[in-house]
């Protein structure tokens, strides 16, 4: 494990770093805006090259060195931020930038995500995914529980431009570890020459999808996580205006929700890895999903803050079940060496919701539920009683009518038996490359 401990901690510190300029850039583009719509559309953004660049990233992944990849997803973010920094110490930073950045950001962050989770199968033994997936889930809830605080500290004293100078630091960081370990590359499972013709390319690319073709199972579990991808999203997306305008722009209050949410986070990793998760992974994923939702509706209908921040931490402990019991079994059933284009393509197939949710999410909560649910508004007369009325109600209404429907679909895989049996069913021989 000591490899993926020295990565484990260059990449906690880069994720740092990062989850307070989201924090930062998310306070500052509502506080020039004051809408929505702006914050959900830099989720869209982020979003949309990944996919696009999924299917490549796959086979790259495969084919060439890990490491190199991870450090050039590294560099790339750290150039990014000092573009940034340009643009706001000369007084030119607009939120066209945050989206241009975002999109940057996204393609080669997706490549550096997507190395490291298939170097993990080469680094650590099968008996262990669970326990390093749980420490992933730490990672970023413990980058929840600092990142707000520190953020919001910083953001008063130095502004946005000394959040961005902190994750300079922190990138350097993770590129001085990934310098220290080895990353084994995947031992090739065919020794057939490497052809540079169209079809071959194209079988390269489509590796990922025609291995998961084979499998019934794995594709009714992908259709679960594509409708969870999506509900997640939309209510992603509206979860921090939501916070800010029925806090009266606060942002200590969105900052002590993702605090206690990434503490939750951090009780739920280290029984996961402690523990190694229930012996049916499939319970966490589903089970984990409802009690997330669940925490979701109750914040929507929360009025005071201490109800807020008993929910996020509630929310927050129960959501590194699903990430951590989801990808034990990924990695359970897909050979190392194969696991860049299989991993890409589960991706691919999960996440192409994700920005659908989040476009549709903001326009929804500023010309649908938030004039619906206006003092006076036929809406309101209805449901005022429940989540108020005013600023940030009628997203209330929205996050708590997604939710509602992602709870419905967590409980209702239990009724499929393919899903509830995707642990035990027979893998097919893969498609020859």
Not at 10 to 37: D, K, P, R
Not at 126 to 135: G, K
Not at 226 to 232: A, E, H, M, Q, Y
């Amino acid at each position: 494990m000591q490899n993926f401990l020295i990565v484990w901690l260059g990449q906690f510190a880069s994720l740092l770093g990062s989850e307070m300029t989201s924090f930062a850039i998310t306070i500052w583009a509502w506080e020039v805006t004051q809408q929505a719509t702006p914050l959900s559309l830099i989720l869209v953004v982020s979003q949309i090259p990944r996919l696009l660049i999924s299917p490549f990233a796959g086979v790259w992944v495969d084919t060439f060195s890990r490491q190199r990849l991870m450090l050039i997803g590294d560099s790339v973010a750290g150039i990014s931020t000092v573009l940034l920094l340009v643009l706001l110490f000369s007084d030119n930073l607009q939120i066209w930038h945050l989206y241009a950045f975002g999109a940057l950001n996204g393609l080669f962050g997706y490549i550096q995500q997507l190395a490291y989770s298939a170097s993990l199968s080469l680094i650590v033994e099968e008996q262990h995914y669970t326990r390093v997936a749980a420490l992933e889930s730490l990672q970023l809830s413990g980058s929840y529980v600092i990142a707000p605080a520190a953020a919001g500290a910083l953001y008063a004293i130095a502004g946005l431009s000394g959040v961005l100078l902190f994750d300079l630091t922190t990138f350097g960081c993770a590129v001085i570890t990934l310098s220290l370990v080895c990353i084994p590359s995947p031992q090739p499972q065919s020794l057939q020459a490497q052809t540079n013709d169209a079809s071959t390319f194209f079988q390269k690319i489509t590796f990922g999808l025609r291995y998961l073709q084979n499998r019934p199972s794995l594709i009714i579990f992908l259709s679960f996580l594509l409708i969870g991808s999506f509900i997640d999203s939309a209510s992603f997306a509206i979860l921090p205006a939501m916070v800010l305008a029925r806090s009266n722009n606060d942002s200590t209050v969105w900052g002590t929700l993702l605090a206690f949410f990434g503490a939750g986070g951090l009780i739920g990793g280290a029984l996961i890895s402690a523990w190694g998760g229930p012996k049916r992974q499939i319970h966490g994923v589903m089970a984990g999903s409802a009690f997330w939702k669940i925490g979701l509706i109750v914040l929507a209908l929360a009025q005071r803050t201490t109800l807020k921040i008993g929910t996020a931490l509630f929310s927050g402990f129960c959501s590194p079940f699903p990430a951590s019991c989801s990808q034990t079994i990924w990695r359970k059933q897909v050979d190392p060496a194969l696991q860049g284009r299989v991993f890409s393509a589960q991706f691919l197939l999960t996440q192409i919701a994700s920005p659908v949710g989040a476009a549709i999410a903001g326009p929804l909560a500023d010309r649908v539920f938030e004039p619906a649910m206006q003092p006076n508004a036929p809406l309101a007369k209805v449901l005022g009683s429940l989540f108020g009325t005013g600023l940030g109600a009628g997203m209330a209404v929205q996050l708590a009518l997604f939710s509602t429907c992602g709870l419905a679909i967590a409980l209702g895989g239990y009724g499929i038996r393919q899903l509830r049996d995707v642990e035990i069913r027979d893998v097919e021989t893969p498609p020859v490359e």
